[in-house]
């Protein structure tokens, strides 16, 4: 029994750097991500989108790798998103089941995209706890609307919200790729069908769907939001524009009456 261990342990990983620093056997390397043959059944993924995938390692292995690789490492994380899936193999058959699946024999490139695919399970729970964290913002701000008709949001705070929301769609653009494909399954029936069968198994376009769905919910909110600050700001400067025309008013009548007297 084989076991694939993903986890997320930072935003982003340097690939470049540390393709250049790890001198184990790369079986395939490109801009975004690096496999690894170490040894008999034990490989290891590192994709740039700051998630490593280990096949055959232990945890103290894991926990030692982790360590080593973490001056690569933008914002490395306290705690880690992780998922396991068991691998049986020499069955006679693909088979896929809860958290496991069996397969004839432990073709590299069956393993490779097995762990591609878990680690790809693993970015969308680390995407998806992030929108969720920007939609419990979000609906703090519209209850507050509710409540009080108005919310209590400088524009110092908004921009970091528009920050905050704006830099994980940029993550996820850049990293949509990893949903995709890998260009051998377009080339082998059987990977291909395996792949499909992965992706039905981790459920990875419906779960990609719904972070769409509540970064799009984000953004309209956003542009709500905006639109009132920029109408407060736009009733401030007209307040004060009109004061300033009350004063000088006032100063030419005050003038006008000592100039009489």
Known sequence: MLK?????????????????FFTAEIYRSDADELFYRIGQEKYLYVFKYGILCFLGYSKEEITTFVQSISPFCKNL????????????????????GYNKI?????????????????????ALDHYNEQTNKLLTETNYYTQMLERRGKINLRRTNLKKYIGRTLNLKNRIAENLYIFDSPDITWEDEKLNLLDQDLKTTFDLQARFRTIA?????????????????????TVVLETIVIILILVEVINLFIEKIFSHL
């Open 4 to 20: 694939v261990i993903s986890i997320q342990v930072a935003d982003s990983i340097d690939i470049k750097s540390f393709k250049a």
């Open 77 to 96: 994380f306290d705690q880690w998103l992780s998922d396991e899936f068991d691998i049986e193999t020499r069955t006679g058959r693909i088979k896929l």
């Open 102 to 122: 069996e397969i004839a024999e432990p073709d590299i490139e069956v393993l490779r995209l097995i762990m591609l695919n878990v680690s790809q399970s693993v």
């Open 213 to 233: 769905e509540g970064l799009q919910i984000v953004k309209e909110n956003l542009e709500l939001f905006k639109d009132m600050l920029q109408y407060r700001n």
